[in-house]
């Protein structure tokens, strides 16, 4: 696949008349903003219009935004606005989406801007040193993709950490902390490769798929940058469903893993990753977890064990079957879900995935109380943040050194079942 693919025209919509000198910058805000012309987008304008005064007065900037009706109702701004109109109307706006990257890309390449800075729900809690770091990445160190690291809690983005971190890792060979990220810069010729997948997407289902951009730069060796980018509110979804969020997130990636399995299945050396300081990487304070709420997630996962285990069987060898029964019969305060069964258990169910061994929403459904489990070993194990990190990295490592277990199971899928 190439980088120059045709980017898909999509309907033009009004806008302010662009500078006569090149864009070097456009920022495009993503599905939130739609017809949501209020404080919160003031607040963020606000912010980019501080943050980019010396490309506000070279000319060099412009932003785009979403506006149904295909005019924008935003006056006296510094810098050119280019309302567009969504491909689809937003439904999913607590993450970006192939329609986010279609839209965002679009109004790139119309533009012809070097760069595109891709901003999701709640931007305007960014720092504008996180919003200018993440920028100079592409502009002035030549990265093709730059993506932000927020500073987390150690209870924050669990599903991260668990499960997208440490697979992303172990697949891309790219040691990025947020692989599927709210905010990113972009050059143009990733521009072109993002757009190019999602053109491959059909239009009814633009609003729900997911991309990876990651795994777009890492398949075709661009460059990848990640920039401390401190504090950022994060938006909530729409539902509070965890095995649907689990199901679209991480089935998502169980997908991608499955597109690009000639990619992950060569020997490769991990990609080389530029990191970018500007904000000092803060160290959150210790939160650990209430010992009632660990409870509850230990006894959720008792009583899943003895309703799905039926299920786990079609999906998990036996040696697994037999580390969650003894994971279920631990007490409370010595509960541990190992790495080593972990790593099992997510490259099993990504197998799974694959080869639709029982429905992929009843799957995701499965792995649901998996993972709940896991978290409360996590909580159980990480009293600090010092330690939640240490975990982390280990738990990373491991994903890595079982990557052998996955190429097996991949080609050879019944060598491992009784």
Known sequence: MASTDVIPDVQPAAAQAPSERPVR??????????????????????????????????????????????????????????PYVPVTPARIAWIQ?????????????????????????????LSATALRGLVQAVLDNKADLALPRYALGQNEGLLNTALLYPLARAIYGV????????????SSRMCARVAAAAARV????????????????????????????????????????????????????????????????????PASISRVAMIPRPQPKDEPVPIAEITQLIEDFRLAYGSLHEIWSLVLPPNSLLGLKK???????????????WVRVVYDFALAYRLRTINRGHLMGALTPLYLAWVASHATAAKSYAEAEAYTQALARAFEADKPYLVSRWRWPDRFNP
């Open 25 to 82: 910058l456009l920022i495009s805000l993503g599905p939130a903003y739609t017809d949501a012309i209020g404080e919160p987008i003031d607040e963020l304008l606000r912010l980019l219009e501080d943050t980019f005064s010396a490309e506000i007065s070279a000319g060099a900037i412009a932003v785009a935004y979403p506006a149904t009706d295909g005019h924008g109702s935003i006056q006296e701004t510094p810098f050119p606005l280019l």
């Open 97 to 125: 989406t192939a329609a986010s990257y279609t839209n965002a890309c679009r109004a790139a390449k119309e533009a012809d801007a070097e760069c595109l800075l891709l901003l999701g729900a709640e931007a305007h809690t």
């Open 175 to 186: 040691d990025v902390r947020l692989p599927l990220t709210l905010d990113l810069a972009m």
């Open 202 to 269: 059909p239009t009814v289902a633009q609003e729900e798929t997911i991309l990876w951009p990651t795994g777009e730069a890492a398949v075709s060796g661009y460059t990848i940058a990640e920039v401390e980018a401190g504090p950022r509110t994060l938006p909530q979804p729409a539902t509070a469903e965890l095995s649907t969020i689990l199901g679209q997130i991480a089935g998502s990636l169980f997908s991608d893993v499955e597109a690009r399995a000639a990619f992950w299945q060569r020997i490769r050396q």
């Open 327 to 341: 994971l279920s019969l631990m007490p409370i305060e010595s509960f541990h879900f190992s790495d080593a069964l």
